[in-house]
């Protein structure tokens, strides 16, 4: 019926998940003797030029989620820091008039300390 269809056999799959540490050969000569190798194609992951050329891409994306996260913060940081600098030179009066203020509570202080001490 698939041939009338489509103008061809449609087959099965068998996609096969092994560990590293397999010896990935003796399985697919299992399969041959098993299956026989009319109706059998087998390759590695690794050979195909399309699954090589998806994980290259993902490897360079993974790059970039290292790098636009660090580029954000540098921003992040030199917005902060020319606020912070625009802030402190619009208000570089009251700045020296509250150290002015905390210079004279400390040395008014620094007087009472002395003289409660030595006096």
């Not at 891409?57 to 902060?80: C, D, G, H, R, S």
Request: hydrophobic share 45%; charged share 15%.
């Amino acid at each position: 019926m698939s041939k009338s269809l489509f103008g061809q056999y449609i087959g099965n799959e068998l996609v096969l998940i092994v560990e590293d540490d397999v010896d990935q050969k003796n399985i697919i000569e299992k399969a041959e003797l098993t299956l026989g190798t009319a109706y059998l194609m087998s390759f590695y992951s690794t050979s195909q030029f399309s699954i090589h050329q998806v994980t290259e891409k993902v490897n360079q994306l993974t790059k970039f989620t290292y790098i636009f996260p660090t580029l954000f913060f540098v921003l992040a940081i030199l917005t902060m820091l020319t606020t912070m600098t625009r802030l402190v030179n619009n208000q570089r009066v009251q700045i020296g008039t509250l150290m002015s203020h905390l210079a004279i509570v400390t040395l008014k202080l620094g007087f009472i300390i002395y003289s409660m001490v030595f006096g």
